[in-house]
């Protein structure tokens, strides 16, 4: 066979790969989402053997060879199909390192524990999760040795490069130093300048659920989703699935405060967008996927924090908070409206925290799940060693499981490696927004007026077009002039919040 014609079958089996993916990210949304609980251990077992495909396709021995030949006549291939055969001989790499049983052992476990957390969250109890927790961090410590050993990387390396290809814990270490040491002082610093201002009116509710979706919906489209392409619906966590021309999101609402559920659904909305700016020619392989979750909870975070935390943003946000609830107080616009928005405060919660206190939340979960994975913590310490930190970091100690070890899915889904990607998402969006302010003359303005048409092109063009072509850091250094760096996110936080 010829290179070229090697190269031609893998991208058929990439094609092939890519629709079963998608397949299963509709049916995890679908079973998250809309099924009734009795139809829960069907759908189980259709994801797992839809997972076993997809791992024959991705493990085929016939692949090997497939990527050497094509590598033999790589200076005929273009950039961007260079580039799709080193993902492609990434993705073999990390698929033939686990057996075909350790995946189906997973899939079964992972989709038994997260319906398992739904109730134990519900109850408020760790101890109803606790033994099918434990098998599960048994096998994601499989999982990981499996990884390391054929990548040559530490087991906990080897979960993170899954998340972010080339991101280890001495990476993320020396990113959080400086941070972890600064960020405490700093929330102190800011919550005692919030409380020696004039303090904002209560805005109280209720807000009937019905309007909230109807505001959510508003605000997605202007900033760009399509819902001929999506849709919003409710779930226990809020989060993105489906592919990029088939977007599904989710979010959950509180009657007491529209805030939550407004700023999720922004944040959600912006991991949307990153995957529906995606190059088409490309979705259906590995080169035309986003890059890492890095840059995805970049793209969320900018939405979120960065253009929708804005005061420009804030102010527009105010005239349909307005018009949605139907209520025209002073605790709706104006100064006062944009500390409500900028309340920094030591909370228990990570999808409500706020921007300065958020980091603090991701380094407990990063010092906690490599504890649990390299039998540091055992999963019955857990609960008390959550709180313990949280206390350390936050000064607050959570008094509930369901505030406590319990409010994320992550853990329970088996994503182990994901949580730091969320603190250096941050780092990334406040590099990537401050270059879009310099680039597009008047962003403000826009911003203002709800519209994020210019902002959302230059992001197709500098950011969601690249996809997986190059490295996080490249596309970085592309766009900002430096690789991933936290100064930029904490000179963010000091202008935001202390003026300076």
């Not at 024959?56 to 692949?63: A, E, F, M, N, V």
């Not at 990476?171 to 002082?185: H, N, Q």
């Not at 959302?456 to 490249?474: F, M, P, Q, V």
Request: charged share 25%.
């Amino acid at each position: 066979m010829t290179p070229a014609k090697a190269y031609a079958e893998l991208e058929a089996q990439e094609r092939r790969a890519s629709a079963i993916s998608g397949a299963l990210s509709i049916l995890h949304w679908d079973k998250a989402v809309i099924m009734p609980s009795g139809g829960a251990e069907a759908r189980v077992a259709q994801m797992a053997e839809l997972s076993l495909i997809l791992h024959g396709i991705r493990t085929d021995p016939s692949r090997g060879d497939l990527i050497s030949e094509a590598g033999e006549g790589a200076d005929e291939l273009d950039d961007w199909q260079r580039a799709n055969l080193g993902e492609i001989k990434r993705g073999f790499r990390r698929a033939t390192a686990l057996n075909t049983d350790l995946v189906e052992a997973l899939t079964n476990c992972t989709s038994k524990v997260e319906m398992a957390w739904r109730v134990a969250r519900e109850a408020d109890d760790f101890a109803d999760i606790a033994k099918p927790f434990q098998e599960l961090v048994g096998l994601v410590r499989e999982e990981a040795a499996c990884l390391g050993g054929a990548l040559g990387l530490d087991p906990y390396d080897a979960l993170l490069d899954g998340f972010e290809p080339g991101l280890g814990t001495e990476t993320i270490e020396a990113l959080f130093s400086g941070l972890k040491d600064a960020l405490p002082g700093l929330l102190d610093d800011v919550i005692e300048a919030q409380a020696a201002e004039p303090q904002p009116p209560e805005i109280k509710g209720p807000f009937p659920v019905p309007a909230q979706r109807a505001l959510s919906r508003r605000i997605m489209t202007d900033l760009g989703f399509d819902f001929d392409r999506g849709r919003l619906d409710e779930s226990h966590h809020p989060f993105t699935g489906g592919i990029p021309d088939d977007s599904r999101i989710t979010t959950r609402y509180h009657e007491e405060d529209f805030f939550q559920a407004l700023m999720g659904t922004i944040h959600e909305t912006g991991h949307s967008m990153y995957e529906s700016g995606l190059p088409e020619k490309w979705h259906a392989q590995p080169v035309g996927q986003a890059r890492g979750m890095v840059m995805h909870e970049s793209q969320s975070l900018l939405f979120e924090m960065q253009a929708g935390r804005s005061p420009e943003f804030i102010g527009y946000l105010s005239q349909a908070v307005r018009a949605a609830f139907d209520r025209n107080g002073p605790e709706w616009r104006g100064e006062g409206f944009v500390r409500t928005y900028h309340k920094v405060e030591r909370g228990l919660i990570r999808v409500y925290a706020d921007e300065v206190s958020y980091p603090l939340h991701v380094m407990l979960r990063f010092d906690l799940e490599r504890a649990l994975l390299s039998g540091d913590l055992s999963v019955a310490e857990l609960t008390g060693a959550w709180n313990d930190k949280m206390e350390n970091l936050l000064g607050i100690r959570p008094e509930t499981d369901r505030d406590g070890c319990l409010q994320d899915i992550h853990w329970y889904s088996g994503a182990f490696g994901y949580f730091p990607t969320y603190t250096l998402g941050a780092f990334a969006a406040a590099q990537i927004f401050a270059a879009a302010r310099a680039a597009i003359p008047n962003l403000e303005d826009d911003l203002s007026q709800g519209s994020f048409t210019r902002l959302l092109a230059w992001l197709r063009t500098n950011i969601h077009g690249k996809a997986s072509r190059y490295s996080t850091d490249e596309i970085l250094r592309g766009v900002t002039g430096q690789p991933l760096d936290s100064s930029a996110f904490m000179d963010h936080l000091k202008h935001r919040y202390l003026n300076s």
